[in-house]
Each structure stands twice: as structure tokens, then as C-alpha cells.
T-cell receptor
């Protein structure tokens, strides 16, 4: 069964203090690994899809990387508006569902 | 291009009642998935509809049922509500079919409270 574990559960940073969020996964055959951002009381907002080990994608202050066992979401010089819960999810070739982790709740203080 | 829209945004029901949640998919998308998100947890897959047929189901009892209409909009029905059904219900649309990359685009959710 596909499994996704995110760490840490919560992360508090000062504005400008770079850090990384981790997503460890097990899947029978990876179709894609997805990162989402979710603000309180809102639906998840799509950020990135990664398909194979070694792939990297960037968007503003965010950079996602992928290995065969985990993905990292690197946040460079974060701003308070980056505060949100970041969700990681995987999809395999055998199922139609997307398996989510519990998320990392990021707070960036000014 | 309109995104995924869900209704109602909030509702309160009592145990044993029935509820229907509605979702309009993003323009051009023919697949709708429903997820349940409890507080502090990641979304959990309920089921998916592709071209009006159920196309996968998670570990939810039969009192959770759904429909997809010819315009690809969808409904989630929950019978005999239990207190544990209190959650944010998320609808997501995507372009289905073989070879698709599978990104899901979510609506803002329907917050259900069962008393």
C-alpha cells in the first residue's frame, strides 16, 4: 500500500530563514509526486509535479526535488505570505487515487 | 476558465441525517474525485468518477455514494450521518484517461459539521 510521511509536522521560521520540508514515500510504481499548498479553510492549491528521481522544479521561492524514496520542498528566504500547510501526495500506476501525507504546517514570522 | 466550484461552503447536520454536496468541475476536465479531510490530516480518497462511471473507491462505507452528470459535474451523498463524518469535503477535477499526468485541481471545499 502506498504511504506518504511528511516531516516536520510544524515548522516556524523567521522571515528570510531558508529551510526544507521532507516527504518520504513508498509506492509500487510512481506515476507522479505532487506538492500542494493549503491555506486554512481552503482547498489545496497545486504547486508541482515530479515524475522521476533527479527531477527538480522551481517556482518563486520554492524548489522541489525528488529521489527514489523522498522529495524535498526547499523554501529560500521565505516571507510571511508563505505561511501555509504544504501537502505531499503520490500517485501510482495501479490506482486512481492520490495518497496524501498529513502535511507540514509552516509559519513564517516577520 | 472557471475553476472547481463546490456548494454549499458550510453546513450543519444532525446524526442520522443525509447530505448532498455538489461540485462543478474545471472547464475541460472530465474526471472528478472526492476527498475527505479531517482537521489536521491530509485529504483521504473517497472515490473518483470518469465519464459518469465510478472509477476507483477508497476505504469508505457504502453510505458514501456519488454521481457524475453528462456535463461532468458531480454529487457526493452521505446517508446516516455519523459524528466522525464531520470534515472538509474536497472535490477535485482533472483530465482523465490513459497517460495523463494526473494533477488534481481542488475546489474550496464544503465544511460539514455533524452534531
Amino acid at each position: 500500500e502506498d504511504q506518504v510521511t511528511q516531516s516536520p509536522e510544524a515548522l516556524r521560521l523567521q522571515e528570510g530563514e531558508s529551510s526544507s520540508l521532507n516527504c518520504s514515500y513508498t509506492v509500487s510504481g510512481l506515476r507522479g509526486l505532487f506538492w500542494y499548498r493549503q491555506d486554512p479553510g481552503k482547498g489545496p492549491e497545486f504547486l508541482f509535479t515530479l515524475y522521476s528521481a533527479g527531477e527538480e522544479k522551481e517556482k518563486e521561492r520554492l524548489k522541489a526535488t525528488l529521489t527514489k524514496k523522498e522529495s524535498f520542498l526547499h523554501i529560500t528566504a521565505p516571507k510571511p505570505e508563505d505561511s501555509a500547510t504544504y501537502l505531499c501526495a503520490v500517485r501510482d500506476h495501479n490506482n486512481n487515487d492520490m495518497r496524501f501525507g498529513a502535511g507540514t504546517r509552516l509559519t513564517v514570522k516577520p | 476558465e472557471t475553476g472547481v466550484t463546490q456548494s454549499p461552503t458550510h453546513l450543519i447536520k444532525t446524526r442520522g441525517q443525509q447530505v448532498t454536496l455538489r461540485c462543478s468541475s474545471q472547464s475541460g476536465h472530465n474526471t472528478v474525485s472526492w476527498y475527505q479531510q479531517a482537521l489536521g490530516q491530509g485529504p483521504q480518497f473517497i472515490f473518483q468518477y470518469y465519464r459518469e462511471e465510478e472509477n476507483g473507491r477508497g476505504n469508505f462505507p457504502p453510505r458514501f455514494s456519488g454521481l457524475q452528470f453528462p456535463n461532468y459535474s458531480s454529487e457526493l451523498n452521505v446517508n446516516a450521518l455519523e459524528l466522525d463524518d464531520s470534515a472538509l469535503y474536497l472535490c477535485a477535477s482533472s483530465s482523465g484517461g490513459q497517460g495523463r499526468t494526473g494533477e488534481l485541481f481542488f475546489g474550496e471545499g464544503s465544511r460539514l459539521t455533524v452534531l
